[in-house]
T-cell receptor, first 116, second 111 residues
Framework: DSGVTQTPKHLITATGQRVTLRCSPR?????VYWYQQSLDQGLQFLIQ???????AKGNILERFSAQQFPDLHSELNLSSLELGDSALYFC???????????????FGPGTRLTVL | QKEVEQDPGPLSVPEGAIVSLNCTYS??????FMWYRQYSRKGPELLMY????GNKEDGRFTAQVDKSSKYISLFIRDSQPSDSATYLC???????????FGTGTSLTVIP
């Protein structure tokens, strides 16, 4: 158990809908990362927050947004869902938000999103 | 060109074999490299990280970086069925804020 929790585990919804994925980082970790993993694309970095502020953006679509709250939990909002958004969404956390040997990322169990 | 490229396999070996997993990276400024292991339907877990060039050993696992050829490798000695998983190489790049992952190599160790 990494100490990172994600809810829900599974989500099935229809095209055009909006969903919210939730992540609680490990105790003491200030940085939260969101990733999308699909069979053909591998693990794609979406966005990073550090202590409530956006730190870096990856391949995140405009239909997607995220935030990190004062208690450090984070939410990833996916709107106007398309079939191609079906994937595993992982959250990871780390103590710091920069490169280095102490930037180990701990991954949550993921949320499996199915868009029908 | 992708920042990190990895042969997806799949790779199937008999128990006890030495396994070699490889990645290439695009930017010679990258210095930190990680190997993650991902079991089916689970999140990735960090196996090893290395800095710059050279080898790092941890039990049956050895991570190697060759900066001259921009090549990173993970060797698994005496492979076990429990090693069956997908292995991903990764790097935080040269800013530290982005994380680039390979597509993963699927490994099956046959008893």
């Amino acid at each position: 158990d990494s100490g990172v929790t994600q809810t829900p585990k599974h989500l099935i919804t229809a095209t055009g809908q909006r969903v919210t994925l939730r992540c609680s980082p490990r105790s003491g970790d200030l940085s939260v990362y969101w990733y999308q993993q699909s069979l053909d694309q591998g693990l794609q970095f979406l966005i990073q927050y550090y202590n409530g502020e956006e730190r870096a953006k990856g391949n995140i679509l405009e239909r997607f947004s995220a935030q990190q709250f004062p208690d450090l939990h984070s939410e990833l909002n996916l709107s106007s869902l398309e079939l191609g958004d079906s994937a595993l969404y992982f959250c990871a956390s780390s103590v710091v938000g920069t490169s280095g040997s102490n930037n180990e990322q701990f991954f949550g169990p993921g949320t499996r999103l199915t868009v029908l | 060109q992708k920042e990190v490229e990895q042969d997806p396999g799949p790779l199937s070996v008999p128990e006890g074999a030495i396994v070699s997993l490889n990645c290439t990276y695009s930017n010679s400024a990258f210095q930190y490299f990680m190997w993650y292991r991902q079991y089916s339907r689970k999140g990735p877990e960090l196996l090893m990280y290395t800095y710059s060039s050279g080898n790092k050993e941890d039990g049956r696992f050895t991570a190697q970086v060759d900066k001259s050829s921009k090549y990173i490798s993970l060797f698994i000695r005496d492979s076990q069925p429990s090693d069956s998983a997908t292995y991903l190489c990764a790097t935080p790049g040269n800013t530290g804020n982005q994380f680039y992952f390979g597509t993963g190599t699927s490994l099956t160790v046959i008893p």
